[in-house]
């Protein structure tokens, strides 16, 4: 699968062909030279660049930092900015203060979060204050920090987020001192102290920081140590089973194992002999082919809405080897090459389960994203009637606990992940350093990549 690469956001300027890129503090300025602050002046620059001096209003006020924006932004993306800048992921940007020598710090009223700077007269540089509100933060709800994308490493905290949120896990990797972590699991140690940060009590604005375990996944990998952007799911499983091989016992168990492994069975029948043969694989995740989308010639719209259950029947439907791909049967009384079918099914299900929608096709044609929408269930999914072996009928059920989400295209794009929190049982949406709540309804994402479910 080719590389993506991560991008933020951005809009052309309206008058001056600037452009706006989120996040960052480097912004191209009007071309036109007059500056004034009524917003008269400012209806005649709809797309004029301010600069802001901000800082904490109730703390030193000679700890500034510089963050531009347009007067036609919100005020709700100024806070957003100022979360972003400050690092000050899980807490609620509550208040807002612009400093004037004539009259000092006057707080901004706002009866909207959509109201624009320009409609507040700020069409000039001025100093800002902020203030977090310690009655609606979300800092008080352990799990709730963000993680700062340092050079295009937005696919390594979307992984974590989605495993950071897995409650066994989190809860396992939680306690203090485990016997079994030492000198030879120093990536598992590197993990476990980031998830310990994510869910510390003691909050700081400071962010829990993945480098220290980037840096031993570059040791597995080189890809995950560059300036690059990787793939989400790659380095999850990656990961998964790098901390599985580190605490496995002598009898190959491990946490990891407990929770992620499955198991798949694969049987290939033989056209000739008609006796089968199978074999078993264990699985961290399934991965589930995506149909291109359909058109209807008439409108040009989806002609039919694609199930998770669909994707599945797909990965287990019957299939024939012939031709140039025929099997080569073992049997004693075969021994030769010869049409057969073979068929999947789930042996073990997981506790865990991680399910990749693959999007990303390449072929000798072309690299391309499918973006044909997959609908899947919040709650009760039931693979009964895929399962096969021991655990067939077990009425064993999952419910949605995160989903990797991936926008743009294939050699442009941006994770975020969104994530149910087991403390209060509600959704948020992870852009790395930027944490915020969500309505159940919207975790059903078109542009959802990875699944992850937990057993109930």
Request: aromatic content about 10%; charged content about 25%.
């Amino acid at each position: 699968m080719s590389q993506v690469r991560e991008t933020k956001p951005h809009r052309k300027d309206k008058t001056a062909g600037n452009v706006h890129q989120t996040g960052s503090t480097q912004k191209k300025h009007s071309s036109n030279p007059q500056q004034s602050s009524s917003p008269q002046a400012a209806n005649r620059l709809p797309n004029k660049s301010i600069r802001f001096h901000v800082c904490n209003r109730l703390k030193s006020e000679s700890n500034y930092k510089i963050i531009q924006m347009f007067v036609d932004d919100t005020i709700e993306s100024l806070k957003k900015e100022i979360i972003r800048e400050f690092f000050l992921s899980g807490t609620h940007v509550s208040t807002l203060w612009k400093w004037e020598h004539s009259s000092g710090w006057t707080k901004l009223i706002y009866d909207s979060k959509n109201e624009t700077l320009l409609q507040h007269g700020l069409t000039d540089d001025f100093r800002i204050g902020y203030e977090v509100s310690t009655q609606t933060s979300t800092k008080q709800i352990l799990g709730l920090r963000g993680l700062p994308n340092i050079g295009n490493t937005g696919y390594i905290n979307n992984a974590i987020q989605c495993l950071s949120n897995v409650q066994d896990l989190k809860d396992y990797f939680h306690k203090v001192d485990r016997p079994n972590l030492n000198k030879h699991t120093p990536l598992t140690i590197a993990f476990r102290n980031l998830i310990k940060d994510i869910w510390s009590e003691e909050y700081t604005n400071y962010p829990p920081n993945p480098t220290e375990m980037q840096d031993y996944m570059s040791r597995l990998s080189s890809r995950f140590g560059n300036s690059r952007p990787q793939d989400s799911h790659e380095f999850m499983i990656t990961l998964i089973n790098a901390i599985h091989e580190e605490l496995k016992t002598d009898e190959g168990h491990s946490k990891i194992q407990e929770l992620f492994h499955g198991e798949i069975q694969s049987t290939v029948t033989c056209s000739q002999c008609k006796i089968p043969f199978y074999s078993h694989d264990l699985i961290t995740s399934l991965a589930l082919q995506v149909p291109e989308e359909q058109y209807s010639s008439s409108c040009n719209q989806s002609s039919s809405s694609v199930t998770l259950r669909d994707c599945i029947q797909t990965l287990t439907k019957r299939q024939t080897y012939s031709n140039e791909d025929q099997w080569y049967c073992n049997n004693v009384d075969c021994e030769r090459s010869t049409d057969a079918d073979r068929k999947l099914d789930i042996w073990k299900l997981p506790k865990v389960l991680i399910i990749q929608l693959q999007r990303f096709r390449s072929d000798l044609r072309t690299d391309r994203k499918i973006e044909t929408f997959i609908n899947y269930p919040r709650n009760n999914l039931d693979l009964n009637e895929f399962v096969e072996g021991p655990e067939k009928n077990k009425g064993i059920t999952y419910e949605l606990i995160g989903v990797s989400n991936h926008s743009g295209s294939i050699f442009s794009g941006h994770y975020t992940t969104y994530a149910r929190n087991d403390v209060n049982g509600k959704w948020y949406k992870f852009d790395d350093s930027t944490v915020e709540e969500i309505d159940e309804d919207k975790v059903i994402s078109r542009m959802a990549y990875i699944l992850i479910y937990q057993s109930k």
